[in-house]
Nanobody, 124 residues
Framework: QLQFVESGGGLVQPGGSLRLSCAAS????????IGWFRQAPGKEPEGVSC????????YYADSVKGRFTISSDNAKNTVYLQMNSLKPEDTAVYYC?????????????????WGQGTQVTVSS
């Protein structure tokens, strides 16, 4: 079981920003596809943004394009999700996940290893 920890969630007003971190402790993030997923109450998990291990290509859900940015700091073995212009509909538990062979579609069922999640609440 891979070990990594998400952090950076919290309560923010609409239009605000948060940066989520996914810190890996026992594997190299550049060897794995890393994805950020979210699940709101009563909804299915959805892929927010993913980064490929093969070529560093990125995927963004249409709902977050232009607002969210995924990045990887291999020196810190950490993947980030910068979230700007947050909206109430971004409220969810955000999970970091990793997989050796996930394709580029950022689909939850393709990811084997999951973190514990961090709550993001966008509300005035």
């Amino acid at each position: 079981q891979l070990q990594f920890v998400e952090s950076g969630g919290g309560l923010v007003q609409p239009g605000g920003s948060l940066r989520l971190s996914c810190a890996a402790s026992d594997f190299n993030v550049d060897n794995y596809a890393i994805g950020w997923f979210r699940q709101a109450p009563g909804k299915e998990p959805e892929g927010v943004s993913c980064i490929s291990s093969s070529d560093g290509s990125t995927y963004y859900a249409d709902s977050v394009k232009g607002r969210f940015t995924i990045s990887s700091d291999n020196a810190k073995n950490t993947v980030y999700l910068q979230m700007n212009s947050l909206k109430p509909e971004d409220t969810a538990v955000y999970y970091c996940a990793a997989d050796l062979t996930a394709a580029g579609g950022c689909l939850p069922h393709e990811y084997e290893y999951w973190g514990q999640g961090t709550q993001v609440t966008v509300s005035s």
